[in-house]
Every structure is written in C-alpha cells, then in structure tokens.
C-alpha cells in the first residue's frame, strides 16, 4: 500500500533518522507476513483478501475517531476513494491467489515488479528520467524471476502458471491503486491519509464481497485460526505497518526506502521455505538474489523535475 501522506512530512520532523529506519524496517518486515497470514488462514482467496480489508478498514477508522482526528465525509470524498478501492480489490484477489498457487515468496516478489512500472508511469506522465540503473535493474530482476519460474514453466501445472500470471496482473492493479490513492491525496481531499485508506479499504471489501459472493465463496469463519489469521492480516498488514512507515519514508532517502522495503520480498521468501517448506534449489536462491537487485534498482528514480 501506498505511505504517502499530505500530513507527513512536517509530523516526520521530530523523527531522527535511526529512529526512522527502525520504523521502516519493522513495517516492511510486518508488510512480509501478510502473504504468511493469507496461507495460514485456509480460506479462499477472495475471502481473506476481504476480511483484510474489512478488518484493516475498522481498525484504521476507530484509530483515527480515537485520535480526534476524524473530519466530515463528502460524497467526492467517497468518489475519490472508489478508483483506489476498485484498483486494490483487483489486486489483492489476484495477489491471493497467486499466494496460493505459486506460493507467498514468488508471489510477493511478482507483485513488487510494479517498481518498474511506477517508473515507466514517472517517464510518460511527468517528465521524469529513467535513471541509469533503470535497464540494467529490470534485466536483472527478468532473469531473476525467470531462475525462479521461467526454467521451471513446463513442469509446472495449469494452476501454477496462472499463479504466475495472476502475480504479474496483481503488480499492474497496484500500480494502479497507488497511483490513484496519491492522487485522491494530492490537495483533493481534506482526510488525513489514515482515514481515506479507512474508507478506500471499506469500499474494497465491499467490492470483494460482490467478487466472492459471484464465485459462491462462503465468508463464514469457522474456529480460532480464521479468525486469528485474518485479524492478524488486516491489523498488521493494513494497519500497523502503515502507521510505522508513513512518518518515517519522509525522513529517509529514497535509496534507503526502497533496500528497507526490500525486506518485504527476501522476508516473505525465507519464512515460505521456512514455515512452508518451500523446495528451493542454488538456482532459486540465486533467482532471488537477482531478482531483489533488479528491484532496488529500480526503486532508485531521479526526483520529478518540475515543468
């Protein structure tokens, strides 16, 4: 999800960097669970993308009434939630989904290609130059991901190579949402952060709802691990680390940003193999490794140069 906040910045100041960096660290390495939670939970994909949503929703909006911070909601508010709330239920029941099917690691390193992406969008849309690292980055992370599942691809079933896609489709709706969600931010709304991803995660999960009500997915929870897997995936994933990185991106390079963010990938990598008991070959570790250095080139954009 997207750390940008009109607000930031200036509540960012009191913030030193060390502090800041712990912040980050401790969110990305929350955000590498979430695809954990979504394999632990055992429901279908939909399902858990939208108890996410559902609870993460509650959870931030309850934050921000307990906080005293909440303002009157207008119908362009809701307007300007929508397009964000459309883009990431497309993502999230495509990312599910391929969690599922390809695994939480490859799925999670898939759906962070959108780095490459967000930088095409910067080139076409506003005036940004690819940096230097730009082709040698994206290369890089193609052979990666092709160690990973392009030298597999004919031993792999129908399911899995459509996980494979599903990835790559979850990575085009994030860019999506995260670029819209900026702009619903961008001086369009009067919300802090917090409570326009509330009510963007309440639209969404109503979206999902009509998604797996139309598949005919049950959404009744049965026992403590569904509700312990899915209270942790929206409290923690949607929540908690938001809250630690949205004051500390403003006070760190984004150089640092992006390796810190890297923790997400490599972390959700190493519990699938641990707690999952992925099969992983020298080849895959080294599809890895590629893949994570493609995408912290890529994350290493110029500044938007002002027209």
């Not at 960012?12 to 960096?21: F, G, K, M, R």
């Not at 930088?119 to 990973?148: H, N, Q, S």
């Amino acid at each position: 999800m997207t750390m940008t906040s009109t607000s930031a910045p200036s509540r960012a100041e009191a913030l030193s960097v060390p502090a800041a960096v712990v912040r980050m660290g401790l969110g990305a390495m929350l955000l590498s669970t979430t695809s954990i939670f979504v394999v632990l939970a055992q429901v279908a994909p939909t399902v858990s993308a939208f108890y996410r949503m559902l609870f993460g929703g509650v959870i931030l909006l309850g934050w921000v009434v307990l906080r005293g911070q909440w303002q009157r909601v207008s119908r362009r508010d809701w307007l300007l939630a929508l397009l964000p709330a459309v883009c990431f239920a497309a993502d999230l029941a495509q990312w599910h989904h391929s969690i599922l099917w390809v695994g939480p690691g490859v799925a999670t390193l898939l759906t962070n290609v959108q780095v490459f992406l967000l930088a095409l969008v910067g080139v076409v849309f506003y005036r940004e130059k690819l940096a230097r690292g730009f082709v040698p980055g994206m290369l890089l992370a193609v052979l990666g991901l092709w160690l990973l599942v392009g030298a597999h691809w004919s031993m792999f079933d129908a399911r899995h190579r459509l996980g494979v896609w599903l990835g790559l489709g979850s990575a085009l709706a994030y860019t999506a949402y995260l670029l819209s969600f900026r702009r619903a931010l961008s001086g369009h709304t009067q919300l802090s952060a917090a409570q326009l991803l509330g009510l963007m995660s309440l639209l969404a999960a109503l979206l999902l709802w009509l998604w797996g009500w139309r598949e005919g997915d049950s959404f009744a929870l049965h026992g403590l691990r569904n509700w312990s897997a899915l209270l942790g995936l929206g409290f923690f994933g949607q929540v908690v680390a938001w809250l630690l990185m949205v004051r500390a991106m403003p006070r760190l390079p984004a150089s640092l940003v992006g390796l810190l963010l890297l923790l997400q990938p490599a972390l959700a990598f190493v519990l699938d193999v641990l707690l999952f008991h992925r099969v992983t070959s020298a080849s895959d570790w080294l599809g890895l490794l590629l893949a994570l250095a493609g995408i912290l080139l890529g994350t290493l954009r110029p500044r938007r140069r002002v027209a």
